[in-house]
């Protein structure tokens, strides 16, 4: 007597991740919406001079001119896209580091972004001449994409894969070794120091439009791999070995999400500096929100990272009489405070 083995059908593995029900969670993204939406219009609104929300709907649809117009369109329409684009580039960052590496604490700072773009930058000020902020952003990127490689090399360099711990590692040894050679190279020349020091704190001002477009094709390809990438970090959340009895491919997975970082993360820090805390703290209120599921937990940490950017250069323009807070000073100040909140919630610090 013969018997017949029925072989398993094959499931993509992603499927096997059980998720909630979907209803509260498209509130949830509308609701985030909504709050990106306000943020919009106040920082359109509000400055040195505040404007009515009719008078500002009214010159985003006619260029009427006028002292209004030069304030909507002039002043802040630029920095108001610019914080837009960066935010939503944080907080896709943000949560695929702490997907990839099940890491609570990760930022893009962890892969040494930040610390390679300021060392690109002050370089090329220093010996290259570089003073254009369009030029700038170019040498930033490349930092910023080069300090990746190098520790994606590291990480995974001998016999052992690019593990999280191994990458947090390379992460924050070149992060030191970047910091020191920048601040070295800065303190030895004034012109350098200046820079950096406007640059390092995150600022969207004296941004414009035609910046935004030089970093907006390394933006898009960022977030259209990011969401390709969502179910296999779902499965990696599973554990390694359940991954791969699963069928997942964790090499592929984890090379995508780091280009993905890179491409996000170096667009945003090319465009305003190194932003804090957004990265970091966002991630974290979108999982309590909807869950441990990145196809939510994704688009959600955008939202509210472009929100929350925007709130804090809005709040930065006027809570000092006399000048201006940057926005990554302010980032700080609103983000630590919730980010300690949650590390209190024991639920939270595990992915």
Known sequence: MTTTEIAPARVRPERRVVARGRGPRVVVLAGSLVVLALAVLASLMIGRQTLAP????????????????????????????????????????????QALTRNPLADPGLLGINAGAAAAVVSAITFLEVTALRHQMWFAFAGAAAAAIAVYGLGSGGRSAATPMRLALAGAALTAVLTAYANGIALQDQRSFDTMRFWVVGSVVSRDLSVMADALPFLVAGVVLAYLVTPGLNVIALGEDTGRALGARIGRTRVVTAVAVTLLCGSATALAGPIAFIGLTVPHVARYLVGPDQRWVLPISMTLAAALLLVADTAGRVVTPDREIAAGIMTAFIGAPVFVALVRRRKLVHL
């Open 54 to 97: 009719t008078t500002v709907l009214a010159e985003l649809w006619r260029d009427g001119g006028g002292m209004a117009g030069d304030i909507v369109r002039g002043l802040r329409m630029d920095r108001t896209v610019i914080s837009l684009a960066v935010g939503l580039a944080l907080g896709a960052a943000g949560a695929l580091m």
